[in-house]
Structure formats: structure tokens, C-alpha cells
């Protein structure tokens, strides 16, 4: 059983388009998170959730929306997308203690035309 | 707030050599400290991590670290490696409040 699952794997779309990621995971955990990483692998936390509660919200553009409608999903919503936002999204969840050992899902790899 | 260096976002080593990847970190509070290893087009997986106890901490696949408070180091190795070991390499620190601040990654390529 996959531990941290997104959908799709791959998302080709055109600019100005609504597009979503969903993320799943089955460990259990009370935290997840969103991360972008760039062309250069850099890695950019951009939203956590807490039992579905926000509690980190980097600068990211109001385009991007995460929704946690439960605490296993977290889900990311971008409007208007641009052609900057094409990077690899990954998703991760924890156990919300004070450790921080965080569990990556596979990535979604946007590419915007 | 916490944050990591890691020195050399490229080493190259032969196949047996040593694998050194060099990781500092700087933190207000006691860090806890992971290696996570990216293979191509795949997501992050742990490699191993150091939250308190015993300074040498070893990993999956012969990995091993060191948590040396004195230099803020966290160094990874590997005694011989292995072709599969090619992959990015990532360093990170947490402070206990939710974040994860990473290093800009270490690419490690293997010669035959």
C-alpha cells in the first residue's frame, strides 16, 4: 500500500487554465504539506496542514489554494496558472510531533504552456 | 529559525570509493536533522535521521552520519559506493515547530 499517493503524476496544461493535485496519505498522520520544487531541485515549502487546520502559509501566490477537507487529504487548487509555476509538486505528511519526520508522496510534475 | 548548507551540489565518486556528502546546519534550538535521497523522477525518501541519543546514526542502504554539535555538522557517508547510489541528496533541520528547511541538494554521480 502506497503510503503517500498524488494524482496525476503528470499535468500538461495551457496558461490561465484551473488546475488541481490531490494528495492521500494512509499512515495516520495529523500534518501534511505541500512543497515546490524548482528546475534547480530546490525545495520551497509553500502550505501545512494540522488536522486539517493551516498553520504554515509561505508567500505563495493567493492563486494557490490548499484544501484539507480531511486529515488524510490535502488537496491544491491553482487558478490563472502561469508559465513560473511549471516545477514538481510534492506532498508529505508527518506525524505532527515534535520530530518532524516527514513522508513524501511520488510528485505531480506541472508543466504549463 | 533553522537552515542547512550543504557544501558541493555536485561530487562525483568512482564505484567502491567513499561517499561524502558535507551538510551544516544552524538552529536556535536542538536541531532534529534528516538525509532524504531523491532517484530520478521519484519523490524523497528517507535515508536516516538524528533527533537525540547517539551522535553516529546509520541508515538505510550503508548510510551513515554523524551529528557533530561543536562544528553544527552532519556529515553523510558511505564507505563504498555503489552505481544505485546515484541520486540527489538532501540534508535538513527541524526545530520542532512544523518546519522543514532543506539544503539546496547534493548531486552524486557514480563512475563505473
Known amino acids: 500500500d502506497t503510503a503517500v499517493s498524488q494524482t496525476p503524476k503528470y499535468l500538461v496544461t495551457q496558461m490561465g487554465n484551473d488546475k488541481s493535485i490531490k494528495c492521500e496519505q494512509n499512515l495516520g498522520h495529523d500534518t501534511m504539506y505541500w512543497y515546490k520544487q524548482d528546475s534547480k531541485k530546490f525545495l520551497k515549502i509553500m502550505f501545512s496542514y494540522n488536522n486539517k487546520e493551516l498553520i504554515i502559509n509561505e508567500t505563495v501566490p493567493n492563486r494557490f489554494s490548499p484544501k484539507s477537507p480531511d486529515k488524510a487529504h490535502l488537496n491544491l487548487h491553482i487558478n490563472s496558472l502561469e508559465l513560473g509555476d511549471s516545477a514538481v509538486y510534492f506532498c508529505?505528511?508527518?506525524?505532527?510531533?515534535?520530530?518532524?519526520?516527514?513522508?513524501f508522496g511520488p510528485g505531480t510534475r506541472l508543466t504549463v504552456l | 529559525a533553522q537552515s542547512v548548507t550543504q557544501l558541493g551540489s555536485h561530487v562525483s565518486v568512482s564505484e567502491g570509493a567513499l561517499v561524502l556528502l558535507r551538510c551544516n546546519y544552524s538552529s536556535s534550538v536542538p536541531p532534529y536533522l534528516f538525509w532524504y535521497v531523491q532517484y530520478p523522477n521519484q519523490g524523497l525518501q528517507l535515508l536516516l535521521k538524528?533527533?537525540?541519543?547517539?551522535?553516529l546514526v546509520k541508515g538505510i542502504n550503508g548510510f551513515e552520519a554523524e551529528f557533530k554539535k561543536s562544528e553544527t555538522s552532519f556529515h553523510l557517508t558511505k564507505p563504498s559506493a555503489h552505481m544505485s547510489d546515484a541520486a540527489e541528496y538532501f540534508c535538513?533541520?527541524?526545530?520542532?515547530?512544523?518546519?522543514?528547511?532543506f539544503g539546496a541538494g547534493t548531486t552524486v554521480t557514480v563512475r563505473a
Open positions: 508529505a505528511s508527518s506525524r505532527g510531533d515534535t520530530y518532524n519526520e516527514q513522508f
Open positions: 535538513a533541520v527541524s526545530g520542532g515547530d512544523y518546519k522543514l528547511s
Open positions: 538524528y533527533t537525540t541519543g547517539a551522535t
